[in-house]
C-alpha cells in the first residue's frame, strides 16, 4: 500500500527521531527548534513528545509540558507531504487520552491567530478559546490566540 495511506503508528519520543523532527520544524515554522532543543527534551522530566510514524519514518510530532495537573502543549506539526490525513487529530488524541489518563485539570497552547487550520482542528478536538497574547510570536510579529480544553 502507498505509504501515504497507511495510518501511523504513535509512539514516545526517542533520539533516533529526533533529526527527522528538527526537518519538520524547519519546513512548518520560521522560528523552528534546533536539533539540540528538541534532543534536551528527552531528558526533560515534564517533557512529553509524541511522534507519529509512518513505515519507520516520522512524520509528525506533538510536545507537551505536564506540569502538576497541567498540560502545555509546545509543538505540533506534520511532515508537509503527509498532511491532511488526519495525523494532526491522532496526536492531538494521544495528547487527550494522556491528559484524561493522568487526571490532568487542562490542556492549553497558544497558536498563531492567523493559523485558522490549526485554530479550527483544536476547536473540534475540544479546546476553546481562552484569551490573546499580545505581539507573541516574531518573524512576523503576530499575536497568539491561547486554547485550552478543561477537564
Ligand atoms: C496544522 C497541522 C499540524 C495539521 O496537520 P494535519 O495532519 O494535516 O491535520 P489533519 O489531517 O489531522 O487535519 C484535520 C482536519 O483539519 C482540516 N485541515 C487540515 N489541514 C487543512 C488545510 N491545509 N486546509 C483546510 N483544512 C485543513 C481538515 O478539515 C482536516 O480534515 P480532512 O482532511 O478530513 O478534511 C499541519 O498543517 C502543520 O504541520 N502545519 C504547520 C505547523 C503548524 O501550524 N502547527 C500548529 C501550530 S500551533
Known sequence: MDDHLRRPQIVKMQARHIEEIAEI????????????A???ELS?????FLVAVIDGKTVGYAGMHHIIDEGYITNIA???DYRRRGIATALINELDNYARKKGLALLTLEVRCSNVVAIDIYRRAGFDEAGIRKGFYDEPKEDALIMTKYY
Open 78 to 80: 506534520v511532515h508537509p
Open 38 to 40: 528538541l534532543a534536551e
Open 44 to 48: 526533560n522530566p515534564l517533557a512529553v
Open 25 to 36: 520544524e524547519k519546513l512548518s515554522f520560521s522560528k523552528p527548534w534546533s536539533f539540540e
